[in-house]
């Protein structure tokens, strides 16, 4: 389609996904499903099927059939787009070969659709048809999309494309750099770079890809690499370095980019992912248009669920300094069930105080400004860099219709292997460079919690790390640069202490139980106790580990087996010890209830948490004084070279 306007540039395209898949189709496109208008059924797609995609920009609708492309890729997030830039008006162009009918609707914050115009098509050959319309009233929330209903015959959308005005900026370099951060995923990383590189319109905005690899697996012995790499051609530069963590890898990501004289923004990505690349291209569009240096953040889609919404929009609840999803509507949010059309709650505009660096973009001149991430391997790295972001003055958007699709948290044990030193670590840090509540709030009393969680439910290797983590910060800012290469290998040394870090990958290793396996009913799995119950249970649970003795039987086998889910901080408590399966499925552990352990390691909680609690002050002056040395570029390539 010509551009004869000569001012208007494509901020979105039209776009249905390149392999077919059935599972991602409804992110494209509603298939067939209904919604309820006042009250009233009202189908709004008439099977719309995978089928009928064309191409990459084009797609088949039978005669008679309507297609709403009110969804999640193809629909236009136009209260993002009114409230981050200085844009009015929006073009909305289609290429349309034979008879049908096109409609244009947007909706208001509490998802409520309204027409706002439509046009016909009649006649053989192609029609180009146009819409301008008007970027206000989308303060709270709101989309633009348009449906499509075939004529007496068959039509074909050819393209379509979202346009905007362009926007007026100086000469300063706006290309953008890909920072991928690997460790030993070659094949997510090889496939990652094939899908950049079959992406013509992405690689004219590329300035280069940075893979940054610390893994052992190495991404250039990897089959497929060779293709992949001579796709990006001079655009790809690897990088190997030690394994320094997320944090490591894409602060050296940054800092390389801060010396392209072409780029202007480097976008994080991770390496267990699969790219939408029209979602980068988007991402970088919107950032030019913002009217003031933005981070512009990525959605998450769970790869093993492909229909599942992971990760929308985030915030830090500073009252205990915890993270978390800015609505609950957002948990796990699946667009087989429930499109666009049908989910009111996407049509309010939502705040984020971050972005996780799945997909993250970052002006260069916000990390000219502000610095690299903190030195602290994984975990808050991304929260924290949001809420520094924020103080400078610069707004995080995750916006919607930019996504890919990562490994989801609930098939990782993340929380008490070796990750919860960070977790426990990492959070406090950040609380004590940015909380703006005495002592942190509620902080310290939710860690003493997740101790006592922990404990009770046999979990002693998590709780030693959470307390190895609360001494290192009390040795303040200085020792995290040092321990940035050597602090993994130590945790995870520390695991081959514990009975429950060893994993049984096969049924035939697994020890017999004395009671078999406990099922739960599905329903009650989330029927955790609260109020005064809670506490009666919570006194209740923890006099038992201190005073009572487990049945020597139950030491000698599991006294009964559990799946991960049912598993729960509330159930495990009750036994002597469990035979728990892995969150991944791969195997199981044994835990085992330990008398001794329970009782020095509650002594060490209690104990740590009140030097920590005496010492607050000083390290939050501490921490604020040096994290603008810690995370300096000077200081990061120190830690590089070493």
């Not at 008439?46 to 039978?62: N, P």
Request: charged share 25%; aromatic share 10%.
């Amino acid at each position: 389609m010509p551009d004869t306007s000569g001012s208007w540039t494509t901020v979105q395209n039209v776009v249905f996904p390149a392999d077919r898949d059935p599972d991602v189709f409804a992110l494209y496109c509603d298939t067939e499903s209904w919604t309820d208008f006042d009250g009233t059924p009202l189908r709004v797609s008439t099977r719309a099927h995978v089928d009928d995609v064309l191409s990459r920009h084009s797609m088949r609708i039978r005669s008679g059939r309507r297609v709403s492309f009110a969804s999640y890729f193809n629909a236009l997030p136009a209260s993002y787009w009114q409230h981050s830039t200085d844009i009015s008006r929006v073009r909305l162009e289609l290429e349309i070969a034979g008879d049908a009918t096109v409609l244009v609707y947007r909706s208001n914050p509490r998802g409520t659709a309204l027409r706002v115009d439509w046009r016909r098509t009649e006649g053989e050959g192609t029609h180009e048809v146009t819409f301008e319309l008007p970027l206000e009233r989308f303060a709270d929330g709101g989309w633009y999309w348009f449906d499509v209903v075939g004529g007496e015959g068959d039509a074909v959308l050819e393209r379509g494309r979202w346009r905007m005005p362009v926007v007026a900026r100086d000469d300063a370099p706006d290309r953008l750099t890909l920072g991928i951060t690997t460790f030993n995923k070659p094949d997510y990383c090889v496939r990652t770079l094939a899908t950049l590189g079959s992406d013509p319109e992405l690689l004219e905005e590329l300035s280069t890809v940075f893979l940054v690899d610390q893994g052992t697996q190495t991404v250039a012995d990897e089959s497929g690499f060779e293709e992949a790499a001579a796709a990006l051609g001079d655009k790809l530069t690897v990088i190997r370095q030690p394994n320094l963590g997320g944090s490591g890898g894409f602060s050296r990501a940054m800092a390389e980019s801060l010396e392209r004289p072409d780029a202007g923004y480097v976008m994080l990505l991770d390496d267990d992912v699969a790219v939408e690349p029209e979602s980068i291209l988007r991402a970088l569009r919107f950032a030019r248009a913002c009217a003031k240096p933005t981070i512009v953040g990525g959605h998450m889609f769970d790869l093993n669920h492909r229909s599942v919404l992971h990760g929308f929009a985030e915030r830090v609840d500073m009252s205990a300094f915890f993270w978390g999803p800015s609505t609950p509507d957002q948990d796990r949010h699946d667009f087989q069930l429930a499109n666009l059309r049908q989910s009111p709650w996407m049509h309010q505009r939502m705040d984020a105080d971050y972005n996780g660096w799945w997909m993250c973009l970052i002006p260069l001149e916000i990390v000219r400004e502000i610095g690299l991430s903190l030195p602290v391997f994984i975990k808050w790295d991304d929260a924290e860099y949001g809420l520094r972001a924020k103080a400078a003055g610069y707004e995080t958007v995750s916006l919607p219709g930019n996504a890919l699709w990562h490994i989801s948290w609930i098939d990782k044990d993340d929380s008490q292997d070796w990750q919860a030193y960070f977790h426990a670590r990492n959070r406090i840090i950040a609380a004590l460079i940015h909380s703006p509540v005495p002592k942190g709030g509620r902080l310290l009393d939710a860690s003493r919690k997740i101790d006592l969680k922990h404990l009770l439910s046999m979990q002693y290797y998590a709780a030693s790390m959470r307390h190895l983590a609360i001494r290192d910060v009390l040795q303040g800012p200085g020792a995290l640069h040092p321990a940035m290469p050597t602090k993994l290998a130590e945790v995870r040394a520390a695991a081959s202490g514990f009975r429950e870090m060893q994993v049984y990958r096969k049924d035939d290793a697994m020890p017999a139980t004395n009671e078999g396996k406990r099922i739960y009913p599905i329903e009650q799995t989330g029927e955790a106790p609260g109020g005064l119950r809670l506490l009666v249970w919570t006194a209740k649970s923890a006099l038992r580990h201190l005073v009572t003795k487990p049945a020597p039987a139950n030491l000698e086998r599991p006294q009964a087996s559990m799946s991960k889910y049912d598993a729960t901080w509330w159930r495990t408590p009750g036994l002597d010890s469990a035979l728990i399966s892995t969150a991944d499925g791969s195997g199981a552990s044994w835990y085992a209830r330990d008398r001794r352990k329970f009782r020095s390691l509650l002594a060490e909680s209690l104990r740590l948490h009140r030097r920590l609690e005496r010492n607050w002050d000083r390290l939050q002056r501490d921490y604020r004084e040096h994290a603008a040395e810690i995370t300096s570029v000077d200081a990061w390539w120190r830690t590089f070279d070493a």
